[in-house]
């Protein structure tokens, strides 16, 4: 999961509104919900909602 909010928007409370929901509707629907946060923002959003850090993340570009 992953929530975009735009520049001027932030600050708010919005991801963590959106994301309440939609966690929520996740679980209610049997999904395990998951969060891929890399900015520390977006990571004390996924932890106000009681995610946990499990792993790590990483991409990588491959050009031909």
């Given at each position: 999961m992953?929530?975009?909010?735009?520049?001027r928007?932030?600050?708010?409370?919005?991801?963590r509104?959106?994301?309440?929901?939609?966690v929520?509707?996740?679980?209610?629907g049997?999904?395990?919900?998951?969060w891929?946060?890399?900015?520390?923002?977006?990571?004390?959003?996924?932890?106000?909602?009681?995610f946990?850090?499990?792993?790590?993340q990483?991409?990588l570009l491959v050009?031909?």
């Open positions: 992953s929530v975009l909010t735009a520049a928007c932030r600050g708010r409370g919005l991801a509104v959106v994301a309440s929901a939609v929520a509707d996740a679980l209610a049997g999904l395990l919900p998951q891929r946060a890399r900015p520390e923002p977006s990571r004390r959003v996924a932890r106000a909602l009681g946990r850090e499990a792993g790590a990483i991409s050009r031909r």
